[in-house]
């Protein structure tokens, strides 16, 4: 684990942070932190951005993300701030972490033990626990090296993650020739858990046919650092974050909207706010998705033109259940598999709704019970869209179910209410252009280096969150934010 870093800023300078999604927060944490003055500026009335909470008549749903991988991360983030994960969340690892159900009536648990894992991988097809260990450990040397080199600092194109390499052979360790639904092929024989490891591509918005097989470390992270809850749902991980940045003394100002950076011709000077007043800032660090970063805040058609080769992360169709009673043999977190996944993704690809969609189920009161009222558990369910596609709430949220009840799982005549939301609410709610819940995806050999850069087009210029280096999710976004810090820190000293 790195040490945190606190290093005290020997220029203390003023910073604007405009959003406060996980990455503006953290951010804005380590900043002030380091003794540097940070305003938070919100547009929505509340801060966490994709991390967002939705209640209804009792039933409460994380309605961003669901689960959290890599809490390291986010513990380093508190105690830079001079506290701990530990005691600022309740969490809890999960275990079982995931059931998994295909179409022909079959499921596998995969366990929070790699032992438990082979043997459920064994019994599930036999030969197959060899095989799961041979993808785990090819993923755990896939995030070894990718640790301390891609999330090791800013990216500026392949040179810089060269730099940070130790030989040539850490270029073939991160297993980047392939794709994962090629390494899934290689590795496993039988079909259903080549589906399952292709999977992993949708962590971070990407297509298994198209992103790198270097994503086969995200199973194995899940295996090595296990999978958790924070207890009161994914919010009690964002109430945290607001509550120790404004501990450490970070102003945060909600319902607030910066129309535009200001400028002196070279460097940033500050923000101005639609309300017509500014704030005075030599550092201005942007967690706005980078498209309307260089086309509203800071127009830059240079700029923007290189953002638009980063490839779009994909949306989702998300629906709430408020479920009455409690579903036999249902786990925290589950997933139904599509009949035909090249199909499922040859369709997203063709930026088309998949007609026999993959459904992530998350139901959080089987472990938390204060997320439902007794006796009803709170459905979640998310499928993969195309980023920007128009979608027929009620004719899709149809498809699902029926789906969902092909699978044995029929909540149809169980709903006190179903809320969806669609890529169009995604991309209002958290101006996340096309709804793209991961800001930029994987796709493709050179994504990793088309990502818009987190120093800006002109100086005093940062970004930070999901549409620039490293990429989305929340452990990500966490990621760019100390990058930005710490190059912060460089810039001031
Ligand atoms: C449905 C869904 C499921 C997900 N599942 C998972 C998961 O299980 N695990 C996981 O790790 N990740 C998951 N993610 C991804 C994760 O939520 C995001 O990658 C992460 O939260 C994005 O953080 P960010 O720092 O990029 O900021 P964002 O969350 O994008 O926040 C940016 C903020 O900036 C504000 N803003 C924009 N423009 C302005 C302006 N001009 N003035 C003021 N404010 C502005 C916005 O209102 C917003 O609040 C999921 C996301 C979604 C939507």
Known sequence: MRPPQQTPAKRPQPVVVIGGGVGGLTCAIRLRAAGHPVTVVERNDVVGGKLALYERDGFSFDIGPSLVTLPHVFDEVFRVAGTSLEEQVDMVRLDPQFRYSWRDGTTLDVADDP???????????????????????????????????????????????????????????????????????????????????????????????????????????????????????????????????LDVGVEIRTSTEVVAITRSPNRVTGAELADGSYIDAPIVVANADARHLYSDLLPDDAALKAVRKAPRSTSGFVLCIGARGTTPGIHHHNVWFSGDSLQEFREIDARQLASDPTIYGCVSSTTDPSQ??????????????????????????????????????????????????????????????????????????????????????????????????????????????????????????
Not at 159 to 186: C, G, N, P, Q, Y
Not at 220 to 242: N, Q, V
Not at 448 to 473: C, E, K, Q
């Open 115 to 245: 032992d438990e894992t082979a043997a459920a991988f064994d019994a599930f097809s036999p030969g197959a626990g060899d095989q799961w260990k041979q993808f785990d450990g090819n993923g755990r040397v896939i995030w070894d090296v990718s640790e301390r080199t891609f999330f090791a600092g800013p990216m500026s194109g392949p040179v810089s993650l060269f730099k940070r390499m130790e030989s040539a052979k850490d270029l073939l360790h991160i297993d980047a020739r392939r794709t994962l639904r090629r390494a899934a092929r290689d590795t496993f024989e039988d079909n259903r858990l080549r589906q399952w490891a292709s999977r992993y591509a949708t962590y971070s918005g990407s297509s298994p046919d198209k992103a790198p097989a270097t994503l086969s470390c995200i199973p194995h992270i899940e295996s090595r650092f296990g999978c958790w809850y924070p207890m009161g749902g994914l919010s009690a991980l964002r109430d945290a974050f607001e509550k120790v940045a």
């Open 372 to 493: 439902a009222p007794e006796g009803d558990e709170n459905w979640f369910l998310l499928v993969n869209t195309p980023p920007g596609i128009e979608v027929d709430a009620d004719e899709y949220r149809d498809l699902v179910l029926d789906r969902l009840a092909e699978h044995g799982v029929d909540l149809r005549r169980r709903m006190r209410f179903c809320a969806a939301m669609t890529p169009a609410d995604m991309e209002h709610n958290y101006r996340a252009p096309g709804g793209a819940i991961y800001g930029t995806s994987s796709n493709g050999k050179m994504a990793a280096f088309l990502r818009p850069r987190n120093r800006g087009t002109i100086d005093g210029l940062y970004l930070v969150g999901g549409s620039s280096h490293p990429g989305g999710g929340l452990p990500l976004v966490t990621t760019s934010a100390r990058i930005v810090a710490e190059m912060i820190d460089d810039d001031t000293a």
